[in-house]
């Protein structure tokens, strides 16, 4: 590889909002709310304040398969929360969620109204709530609980690495594309040698860990992601293309792909959600 190096750090870092890429006018070195802004809330239990990514469909397809299982108390409003135009520094939102990131919810129907953020979190706390999509027995659960913390501290070198670098990069940069491309193949590999034997991720159930790590690599490898099929050559990973082609047939998935949506055919968006009927 040539070194095209010709950057030296200074000795003090400082913020240069101008030379960010795609989202350099949202990211920031600090915290807190930017403007007082208040969130709407809707008639169900919980509110959802969302955006269609990786991280916001966990969340919303955790719902609908809840609701497909009949636990009609799982009902929720999903409010748009558009990401490029700074609605996550509202004061609102930052009271929910101080770290600024999409998703976060409030559960109105506890005595005291909860907050709950992280997407891993909430898909946690939604199947704790209604005893389902998680396994009961210890050993099932830890291995749920494994690969769900798994995916939580593997997807930010796929999206944050490799999907900024190859997808949003203001210019292509070979080092770092090469860097993080290594690690995601290194975890497509990982998937793939799990499921060569179990239908999903922790056995033979699907749970919290298929919910949340569909939406970073199952939409990876059916290509609905950063565009990088061929270059990753995922069609090798025969195994996580079969795991993530049964989850994305699942209907309960294909609805809560569409919640919170502002990207694609505009028949297939939901930019907020309300009932089941919203979704035809």
């Known amino acids: 590889m040539a070194d095209t190096s010709t950057y030296t750090p200074p000795k003090v870092w400082k913020w240069d909002a101008e030379n960010g890429g795609k989202w350099s006018s949202t990211n920031r070195p600090i915290a807190g709310a930017m403007e007082e802004k208040e969130l709407p809330v809707g008639k169900h239990p919980h509110q959802l304040y969302s955006l269609a990514t990786p991280n916001g469909v966990k969340v919303t397809v955790m719902f609908e398969e809840l609701l497909a299982l ?129 239908k999903y991720l922790s056995g033979d159930e699907y749970n919290i860990a298929d919910i949340a790590t569909y939406p970073w690599y199952g939409n990876l490898v059916l290509n609905n992601q950063y565009e990088a099929a061929e270059f990753l050559d995922v069609a090798s990973y025969k195994n996580v293309v079969r795991w993530a082609e049964e989850i994305q047939a699942r209907p309960a998935v294909q609805r809560g792909r569409r919640v919170n949506k502002m990207s694609g055919p505009e028949e297939l968006q939901v930019q907020n959600r309300h009932s089941a009927s919203d979704i035809s």
């Open 70 to 198: 009949g636990k009609t108390e799982a009902e929720y409003d999903a409010w748009l929360i558009k990401i490029g135009d700074g609605d996550q520094f509202g004061s609102g939102f930052v009271d929910i969620n101080p770290n600024s990131k999409i998703p976060a919810m409030m559960d109105h129907s506890t005595a005291t109204p909860t907050r709950v953020f992280e997407s891993a979190s909430i898909l946690f706390y939604l199947a704790e709530k209604f005893d389902a999509f998680i396994p009961h027995e210890p050993s099932a659960r830890a291995e749920c609980m494994n690969w769900l913390f798994w995916q939580m501290g593997s997807a930010p070198y796929l999206g944050g690495g490799f999907g900024h670098f190859y997808h949003y990069a203001p210019f292509p940069m070979e080092y770092p594309i090469d860097r993080f491309a290594m690690e995601v193949k290194r975890q497509l590999d990982v998937l793939d040698r799990n499921l060569a034997d179990r």
